[in-house]
């Protein structure tokens, strides 16, 4: 798997109610919530690295580092960028960074690491509870097509 550093990749998220502090728990804050936010940022680093594994892996994050930098509300399209600085093969670090249709909307890190067996993976996470590991992988979840850059 070959992805050099300064490669890019960029997926975007309209706003819904669903998607809001209010849902959270922060009653009556309609507009994007961080942890949202977050996760639109960690889809921008997995699009970058998923289409290069091989059969069976997948990546985990494992570090976030993020100011939120602005409120956008419910409609707005908000773009996450994701930026390899750096990588050994199995951990990967990547500047992220998103924009609503107004300003950028926040900046930080995002840090993940290659799972060769995403099966194996799981079905230690399972033993923790004693529950079984599903028999195969999940199917990938569906979303916006990555734009990549080199």
């Given at each position: 798997?070959?992805?050099?550093?300064?490669?890019?990749?960029?997926?975007?998220?309209?706003?819904?109610?669903?998607?809001?502090?209010?849902?959270?728990?922060?009653?009556?804050?309609?507009?994007?919530?961080?942890?949202?936010?977050?996760?639109?940022?960690?889809?921008?680093?997995?699009?970058?690295?998923?289409?290069?594994?091989p059969?069976?892996?997948?990546?985990?994050?494992?570090?976030?580092?993020?100011?939120?930098?602005?409120?956008?509300?419910?409609?707005?399209?908000?773009?996450?960028?994701a930026?390899?600085?750096?990588?050994?093969?199995?951990?990967?670090?990547?500047?992220?960074?998103?924009?609503?249709?107004?300003?950028?909307?926040?900046?930080?890190?995002?840090?993940?690491?290659?799972?060769?067996?995403?099966?194996?993976?799981?079905?230690?996470?399972?033993?923790?509870?004693?529950?079984?590991?599903?028999?195969?992988p999940?199917?990938?979840?569906?979303?916006?097509?990555?734009?990549?850059?080199?």
């Amino acid at each position: 798997m070959e992805i050099r550093p300064g490669a890019t990749a960029e997926v975007a998220l309209t706003v819904t109610s669903d998607r809001t502090a209010d849902v959270l728990g922060n009653s009556g804050v309609t507009v994007l919530a961080t942890p949202f936010l977050i996760g639109l940022l960690e889809q921008a680093a997995g699009a970058l690295i998923h289409p290069h594994l091989p059969s069976g892996a997948s990546t985990v994050g494992t570090m976030v580092e993020m100011k939120h930098l602005a409120p956008t509300p419910v409609g707005m399209t908000v773009r996450a960028r994701a930026t390899l600085l750096e990588t050994d093969g199995r951990r990967y670090l990547f500047a992220v960074e998103a924009w609503d249709e107004k300003e950028k909307v926040a900046e930080g890190r995002h840090e993940r690491f290659v799972i060769p067996s995403l099966a194996k993976f799981l079905e230690r996470a399972m033993q923790k509870s004693g529950a079984p590991a599903p028999p195969h992988p999940p199917p990938p979840r569906p979303g916006p097509a990555p734009r990549e850059a080199h």
